[in-house]
């Protein structure tokens, strides 16, 4: 498995941010990860990607445990925040020659992930003079850079138009071929139409687990009835 979360908790003060969370994901799969806001998503991200210990449980990302082998699963892992943090000062093909060095990859990976994102005519451009759909394609490249076995991304379609969210969604699913894909969104028709499985977190917890094929046409109401449930 790629991904293997068990009795995962975490707690902020008085507030249960996740409440002993299970799942696995195999490798090849793409999965959408839903919730209302507040629900834990990013919080279950964060620790996958070994940046935010749990309270308690396990996670294993690429073989490796998040807290024993932290570096391990940062190598093996490309993770696009919610918020998307960048270089502002930084041409678009320096931020991401920077972020080759950092993982310690070629130079070559640059052009080819400008290429994979449609980042192409923005190239020369400060990332701070971009768009913020195309600050949003500069954060997926950066993930993508050193070629993770496991991708991890908070909405990654925030601030796309709807033509750049077709060319996403198909590279999504494209990459998920040979990697493990999760991503969260609040877009219940992204999921339908790239993923292969949903989870629904609500109030920390994990409230649904299954096959897309049984939830496409009905994960609005699906969701709607785990998520509004006194």
Same mark, same amino acid.
């Given at each position: 498995?790629?991904?293997?979360?068990?009795?995962?908790?975490?707690?902020?003060?008085?507030?249960? &941010?996740? #409440?002993?969370? &299970?799942?696995?994901?195999?490798?090849?799969?793409?999965?959408?990860?839903?919730?209302?806001?507040?629900?834990?998503? !990013?919080?279950?991200?964060?620790?996958?990607? /070994?940046?935010?210990? /749990?309270?308690?449980?396990? =996670?294993?990302?690429?073989?490796?445990?998040?807290?024993?082998?932290?570096?391990?699963?940062?190598?093996?892992?490309?993770?696009?925040?919610?918020?998307?943090?960048?270089? %502002? #000062?930084?041409?678009?093909?320096?931020? %991401?020659?920077?972020? &080759?060095?950092?993982?310690?990859?070629?130079?070559?990976?640059?052009? =080819?992930?400008?290429?994979?994102?449609?980042?192409?005519?923005?190239?020369?451009?400060?990332?701070?003079?971009?768009?913020?759909?195309?600050?949003?394609?500069?954060?997926? =490249?950066?993930? *993508?850079?050193?070629?993770?076995?496991? *991708?991890?991304? #908070?909405?990654?379609?925030?601030?796309?138009?709807?033509?750049?969210?077709?060319?996403?969604?198909? %590279?999504?699913?494209?990459?998920?071929?040979?990697?493990?894909?999760?991503?969260?969104?609040?877009?219940?028709?992204?999921?339908?139409?790239?993923? #292969?499985?949903?989870?629904?977190?609500?109030?920390?917890?994990?409230?649904?687990?299954?096959?897309?094929?049984? &939830?496409?046409?009905? *994960?609005?109401?699906?969701?709607?009835?785990?998520?509004? =449930? !006194?």
């Amino acid at each position: 498995m790629s991904i293997e979360v068990s009795g995962i908790s975490k707690r902020y003060g008085l507030q249960q &941010a996740l #409440d002993s969370v &299970a799942f696995s994901v195999p490798s090849g799969q793409v999965v959408g990860f839903l919730g209302p806001n507040g629900a834990g998503k !990013s919080t279950l991200m964060k620790i996958l990607t /070994a940046y935010l210990p /749990a309270d308690s449980g396990t =996670a294993r990302v690429a073989g490796y445990d998040v807290v024993e082998s932290p570096h391990e699963v940062k190598k093996r892992v490309g993770y696009l925040s919610e918020h998307n943090p960048l270089y %502002l #000062d930084l041409y678009v093909r320096e931020f %991401l020659g920077f972020c &080759a060095g950092v993982h310690g990859v070629g130079r070559n990976r640059v052009e =080819a992930v400008i290429e994979q994102t449609g980042l192409g005519p923005e190239r020369h451009k400060k990332i701070g003079a971009l768009s913020k759909g195309y600050r949003q394609r500069v954060g997926l =490249a950066q993930a *993508l850079i050193h070629e993770p076995e496991v *991708l991890i991304l #908070d909405e990654p379609t925030t601030g796309l138009d709807p033509n750049q969210m077709v060319g996403i969604r198909q %590279l999504i699913r494209e990459l998920g071929r040979d990697r493990t894909v999760m991503l969260s969104t609040h877009i219940l028709q992204e999921v339908e139409l790239i993923c #292969d499985r949903v989870l629904i977190l609500n109030r920390g917890a994990l409230v649904a687990d299954q096959a897309m094929e049984g &939830a496409r046409g009905t *994960l609005e109401e699906l969701f709607r009835r785990l998520t509004t =449930a !006194s």
